[in-house]
């Protein structure tokens, strides 16, 4: 069973860098078949789709248009992990941020979530 | 990016009654390869969303059957023959045929 478990910290001042890390336990970070994603919830946005980095022989990343300049999505196959960088944070960044496995065309396992702060 | 517009945003339902939900795409999630890329999901209170559908109509392993999706091409609509109080929650639809993904604003479960 495909647990993943967020880390990183929820209060972050305007100009910082928001850091998130994804440890997975049951499927590995190197799959060839899963990607790995990063997701956000918040009453203005709803759910919207960050980034995802993914193996296929070699790696592979795509981010949303919204936050492109900002955003890195880094994996970690020592430690089976994977990692969220946004930069440059805002007020509007400010949400509940998610690591989810993607497969098959699909979202199937979700991680508890992280609740982000950006207050001055 | 492909907008998904559910309908309605708030579903008052007495326990033991029908429920559904519908779920509108802009374009149409026929895949190149005739697959149907549509999920639904399940968020509790205070919890991570929940796949229960994919591929329109796809339960996960442990759904309940009393929870099926159905639709084509634009349509889709996600069904609950008799709510129960553990089926309280918001519920949204995703599309995963076009890139980026996308979801919708989600519905609202509410007993009366």
């Known amino acids: 069973q495909v647990q993943l478990q967020q880390s990183g910290p929820g209060l972050l001042k305007p100009s910082q860098t928001l850091s998130l890390t994804c440890a997975i336990s049951?499927?590995?970070?190197?799959?060839?078949?899963?990607?790995w994603n990063w997701i956000r919830q918040s009453p203005s946005r709803g759910l919207e789709w960050l980034g995802r980095t993914y193996y296929r022989s070699k790696w592979y990343n795509d981010y949303a248009v919204s936050v492109k300049s900002r955003i890195t999505i880094n994996p970690d196959t020592s430690k089976n992990q994977f990692s969220l960088q946004l930069n440059s944070v805002s007020p509007e960044d400010t949400a509940v941020y998610y690591c989810v496995r993607g497969f098959s065309s699909s979202l199937d396992c979700w991680g508890q979530g992280t609740l982000v702060t950006v207050s001055s | 990016d492909v907008v998904m517009t559910q309908s309605p945003l708030s579903l008052p339902v007495t326990l033991g009654q029908p429920a559904s939900i519908s779920c509108r795409s802009s374009q149409s999630l026929v895949f190149s390869d005739g697959n149907t890329y549509l999920s639904w999901f399940q968020q509790r209170p205070g919890q991570s969303p929940r796949r229960l559908i994919y591929?329109?109509?796809n339960r996960d392993s442990g759904v309940p059957d009393r929870f099926s999706g159905s639709g084509s091409r634009t349509d889709f609509t996600l069904k609950i023959s008799r709510v129960e109080a553990e089926d309280v929650g918001v519920y949204y639809c995703m599309q995963a045929t076009h890139w980026p993904w996308t979801f919708g604003q989600g519905t609202k479960v509410e007993i009366k």
């Open positions: 591929e329109v109509s």
């Open positions: 049951g499927d590995s970070v190197s799959s060839n078949r899963a990607a």
